[in-house]
Antibody, heavy 123, light 114 residues
Framework: EVQLVESGGGLVQPGGSLRLSCTAS????????MNWVRQAPGKGLEWVAN????????SYVDSVKGRFTISRDNTKNSLYLQISSLRAEDTAVYYC????????????????WGQGTMVAVSS | DIVMTQSPDSLAVSLGERATINCKSS????????????LAWYQQKPGQPPKLLIY???TRESGVPDRFSGSGSGTDFTLTISSLQAEDVAVYYC??????????FGGGTRVEIK
């Protein structure tokens, strides 16, 4: 079964850090761009970051640049998001999502999503 | 940055009736070299992750019922549910990928049963 499972979320104080993980199964992670998308409680979807198949290209939404770092280890079938200097407005469910196109040079729609991991930033 | 604006914020439709959701982009998402609209639609039910319904503005994802259809081009797009079923109650989002790899979503439209 094609599946993504996120982990690593939790309650953290403002200014703190967390490392989110996403483990892929049932497909070859190295063939796909991968995304992180977040959703604040009761709010809409916000794209956060993505990374090319080989990790050579990374993009971020402006609000997280310099604070979040996306990475991947294809040998471990894993995607990561290091989140630092956390703010209250970073409180959200963080989803990892697979791009639907294999071996493409561009990102398109996301066809496989994990169940998400909750990050709560509060003192 | 491309801003995606959805309307209405919510709508209530009777079972079996048509539901229409609009999505407008602040600039065209039609790529002239391949004549493709870089737009997708997702469905999100409570407590679940989003589910891809439509990509390239009008191509239905495998397994998606044919009562879901996407249309439009350039800056104006529509998701239509031709005959609303109880299981279609959800929030629907449009997403552009014209500025790939940077992406952006619309604010969402909540569909309920009247």
């Amino acid at each position: 079964e094609v599946q993504l499972v996120e982990s690593g979320g939790g309650l953290v104080q403002p200014g703190g850090s967390l490392r989110l993980s996403c483990t892929a199964s049932g497909f070859t992670l190295s063939a796909y761009w991968m995304n992180w998308v977040r959703q604040a409680p009761g709010k809409g979807l916000e794209w956060v970051a993505n990374i090319k198949q080989d990790g050579s290209r990374k993009s971020y939404v402006d609000s997280v640049k310099g604070r979040f770092t996306i990475s991947r280890d294809n040998t471990k079938n894993s995607l990561y998001l290091q989140i630092s200097s956390l703010r209250a407005e970073d409180t959200a469910v963080y989803y990892c999502a697979r791009d639907r196109g294999a071996y493409t040079d561009y990102v398109s729609a996301s066809d496989i999503w994990g169940q998400g991991t909750m990050v709560a930033v509060s003192s | 940055d491309i801003v995606m604006t959805q309307s209405p914020d919510s709508l209530a439709v009777s079972l079996g009736e048509r539901a229409t959701i609009n999505c407008k982009s602040s600039q065209s998402v039609l790529y002239s070299s391949n004549n493709m609209n870089y737009l997708a639609w997702y469905q999100q039910k409570p407590g679940q992750p989003p589910k891809l319904l439509i990509y390239w503005a009008s191509t239905r994802e495998s397994g998606v019922p044919d009562r879901f259809s996407g249309s439009g081009s350039g800056t104006d797009f529509t998701l239509t549910i031709s005959s609303l079923q109880a299981e279609d109650v959800a929030v629907y989002y449009c997403q552009q990928y014209y500025t790939t790899p940077a992406l952006s979503f619309g604010g969402g439209t909540r569909v309920e049963i009247k």
